[in-house]
């Protein structure tokens, strides 16, 4: 196994706050102010991926119907504290069954209502499918000049007096303008429901755009071009090496002559000694005596002190050392405590 | 001269201050204490965090920036020698009270880090000495491979055990090197500098530890 190729870490790896409270003792100990010197680590949340959230909400989302559905309009205790004998002070609405869109009416019957029983009034709340109109088509209507029908005519003309009908511009108005405030709830609705439970995000619809990923790749024109390019260039080497008038024998052997460089130099390289154990540097030799314990030890090798050669043998093998050719080994009073 | 200046104003100030309030006092002292200009020690070199050094003033916060910058190199480096966590701690806390009781002898002939990791070394080995006086350094301290295995703070890898585990049966002199030079990435001059030795010597040395710890680690 190579250790230099693939660096082995140490396991003796300090923790910041070993390392903190390591600082602070130190400086206490030195005797100068204890400051924090390491940033510890805090803990933090993770961090939960949004959803994005919706930006426009269609009727009937289930976070706008959360508000206890009312299903009686509030007249007023007053007003059955008045009207003793009237049965319930509270007026039925029937449920929508088109929509889920809380439609209230706002029915003025704080009017003295002397003599007549009070009874309980229905109120159809179909009010997209029948009788409310949605804006685009009160507009499509206003442009074409045919006024657009509306069913509940016939129930505002059967229904009690009592309750005032707007008119259709005011209707209308007031729808837009409900439909507006719908809106907003159910955004802030949404944002608040995916902000609190990431789960609940997961149910908001998505109404932002999402921009399309675009794929970049070459167009089909430079693939062409590019490949047009390379053959052309292909094709020109090839009719340029054709069209070369042969060498003749003379010159190939002269350039084969050329080339060939004192054959005689390579006949003497190629006589060569086989290597001697002994000319191996001794740092492998100690290495080999390591790995092979079985195997005969040197004997008569002998190190010599670099403290007691002579002035020029010295220099020799420092020269010799700078140059690469010799390593000398560890001096014996290495690690002699030093003096601060 | 500078120094005796600075002595002065303290003496004149001390003077002055003996006549005020207490309150008053801690603030005159406060502000004695708070350099004119305040510095970025973080951003200076080596070099130039060693010429604050010798400015009364920026002690105190030059030592602090030496000691962030090295505490975890010494700490690691004191720990792969000794092993023991708890000996580090002891140990390195000595190191840098060393460090600060020489700061303003510290001249800046060597490099800083040479300086720390030449102090590390010797308290590391004066530690030793004193736990073991009879202990010579040209053996293997094989009794720490023992202690490895006694301590419960390392939960590390198998190979970085196995690889403290071999460097428990290298010569001290030759665990040395090698982990100056294998961990803490020192070039060999600089440990030559540091051991007053030379760098075909080191070479050598790092050389048969690399060897005989890869014939441990294929044997352990």
New interface residues.
Partial sequence: ????FS????????SQEH?SD??M???R??G??A?E??EKTELKEPLIPRNPIQLSVEFGNSYVSEKPEHTYIESGDSQGSLLSDTPSPRLKVQPALDTEVPYTQTVFNNEPILGVQAQEISIHTEPIANEEVPVSRVSESEIIGKSVEEPSRSNSQNSDPIVQEPNKDERAANRFRDMEIERKRAEAAARYAALLDESRADYVAVSAPVPEIKKESLPWATILGLAASVSAIATAWWVWSMIQTPMSIEQIAENSRGSAKNPASIQAELQTNPIALETLPI?YQ??ND??SEDAPKEQGVVLPHFKTMDEQSKVSMVVL?NNGL???????D??L??E? | MRQICHFKAIFVTDKIARTMSLPERDIIKSKMRTPAVSINFSKLGDEQLVSYFHKPIYTEDAFRELLRRYQAKVYAYVCNMLVSRDDADDVTQMVFIKIWQNLASFKGESKLSTWIYRISSNETISFLRKKKPEIDFDDALVYMAEQLQQEDAISAREIEVKLQKALCYLPFKQKLVFVLRYFEDLPFEEIAELTQTSVGALKSSYHHAVKKIEIYLGVL
């Fill in positions: 196994m190579n250790i230099e660096k082995i870490k140490s396991p003796f790896q300090p390392l390591m600082a003792r130190i400086q100990k030195v100068i102010e400051l010197l390491f740092e100690v290495v390591l790995i050392e010799l390593v000398m080994d560890l001096e014996d290495l690690f405590e030093s601060l």
